[in-house]
C-alpha cells in the first residue's frame, strides 16, 4: 500500500467523494490507452478509491498490471485538473484503487469545439445510485425505442461537441447531478444516448454545461464527424 510522505500534495482539496472523474490505463499490448468514466469513493493522502461506470466484461482489453501508470482527471472549481498514478490492485466489484504521484496540474475546461443545432431533445435528472443510473443507460443505449417511450423529447437549441454540450434548461439542475440525454443528429435516424455529469448551471439565463460520462464509441464517432463537417462548412 503507497505511504504517506512529508510535505505532500493536499490532493484531498482537489479529489473529493462524490467528484466524477477519468481514468486513462494501458490496453493490453502497450501500445494505446483509453480513458474509463469513475467517481471517486475516497481520496486517501496519497490514494484514491474509485468506482468504474463499467461492468467486467467490458473492462476486457485494458492492462489493470498493479504498478502500471495511469492518468487521472477531473475537474474543480471550473477548472479541468489532471495527475499522474500507479495501480494499486486489479479491479473488484466496479472498484479500481490509484496511488497518487506527484502534483496535480490544471488543464484546460474544454478540449472539443462545439457546434449548436436545433433537434428533439430528451433531458433526464437522475438521483438514483450510480450502477441504476448506468443500468438504465445500457437498456435505453441498447433500444433507444424504449427512451423514445419513457422520456417526453422536445424541440430545443442544444450545443454540442465530442466532450459535452450546453443546453437549455427547465428546471434547475445542480453541479455534480447526472443527466440521461437523448438527442438527434441532423440526418440521423437514430438517436444518441448519453450519460452526463453537470460542470455548471447558469440559473439567470436557465442554461447548464455537462460533460459526457457515459457514451458509446460509435455516438462518440457521429458527433465527431457530425461536428467536423459542420466545423468544415461553417469556414468554406
Known sequence: MAQGHQNQFP?????????????RVPLEGGNDEKSLSAVIDRCSECA?????????????GYDFTVGNPVRIS?????????????????PRL????????????????????????TTQVSFNRKSEALDTIVAEW??????PDVGIGRYPTKRGKISIGAGGFGIEIDSPVKVNDFILLMFWLEGDASPIVALAEVLWVDLNKMYSGQRFV???QKDQKRIEQFVWRATKNLEE
Open 214 to 216: 457515459i457514451l458509446d
Open 74 to 90: 477531473s475537474e474543480v472549481f471550473g477548472t479541468g485538473i489532471v495527475g499522474d498514478g500507479l495501480i494499486l490492485a486489479q
Open 48 to 60: 484514491l478509491e474509485l468506482s468504474l461506470a463499467y461492468d467486467e466484461e467490458a473492462l476486457d
Open 94 to 117: 466496479r472498484k479500481l484503487w490509484v496511488q497518487l504521484v506527484g502534483h496535480l496540474k490544471l488543464s484546460y475546461q474544454r478540449q472539443y469545439q462545439r457546434i449548436e443545432l
Open 138 to 143: 445500457q437498456e435505453v443505449a441498447g433500444n
Open 11 to 23: 490532493y484531498q482539496k482537489y479529489l473529493q467523494s462524490g467528484q466524477v472523474a477519468y481514468v
